[in-house]
Each structure stands twice: as C-alpha cells, then as structure tokens.
Nanobody
Framework: QVQLVESGGGLVQAGGSLRLSCAASALTFTITRIGWFRQAPGKEREFVAV????????SYADSVKGRFTVSKDNSKNTVYLQLNSLKPEDTAVYYCAGIRGGTSYNPTNYEYWGQGTQVTVSS
C-alpha cells in the first residue's frame, strides 16, 4: 500500500512562495498519477494539480495555472508543488493523493491520501 506524507506548509504573506513535498513510502508502480488537492474551511475539496508518475505530464486548475508548478523526483519517490504569487484565497489544507485510474479531477477516484499540510496566506 502506498503511503503519502506531505510537508512544507506554513504561514506566508500574500505574494510569497512555498514548496510542498509529497513523499511516497512505497514503490509507486501501483499508481499512475499523483494529484494535489486543497480544502478550505467550509468548502469542498478541490483539484489543484496532477502529475503523471511516468512521463511527467501535468495539468492544473485554472485558479492556480501560471502560479503553481508540480514536479517530481522519481529517485526519491517525491512529488513537489511549488506555490508562487500566493493569495489569501489559496489558504487551505493541501493534500497529495495517488490514483490508478479515472479522471484526475475527481477526488473520489483517488485511493491513497496524505494527512495534509496547512498553507495560510496573510493579506
């Protein structure tokens, strides 16, 4: 079973940057993609970005396109989410998750989830 552990969250001022990490504890041959989601208080979990484990293709939500970048280091079984030009509305708990099949944008298709890391952006 794949276990995912996020790190790198914190408090940052608007316009600042953070880099989140998602470390997988086991070989990721069982999954095809690692996605990032976020959930703000009182809101549904929403898709942020996804990266294919093999090949590295990426996709982003319109709200973060051009500001966030997802990347990976296969040798470390780690996926990164670089958050730039942060806005207060980016404040949320960020989760990474592993998926085998199905659309990347639907959180119900993901089988493995990390515990989440808090990102808070002050104005």
């Amino acid at each position: 079973q794949v276990q995912l552990v996020e790190s790198g969250g914190g408090l940052v001022q608007a316009g600042g940057s953070l880099r989140l990490s998602c470390a997988a504890s086991a070989l990721t041959f069982t999954i095809t993609r690692i996605g990032w989601f976020r959930q703000a208080p009182g809101k549904e979990r929403e898709f942020v970005a996804v990266i294919w484990w093999s090949g590295g293709s990426t996709s982003y939500a319109d709200s973060v396109k051009g500001r966030f970048t997802v990347s990976k280091d296969n040798s470390k079984n780690t996926v990164y989410l670089q958050l730039n030009s942060l806005k207060p509305e980016d404040t949320a708990v960020y989760y990474c998750a592993g998926i085998r099949g199905g659309t990347s944008y639907n959180p119900t298709n993901y089988e493995y989830w990390g515990q989440g890391t808090q990102v808070t952006v002050s104005s």
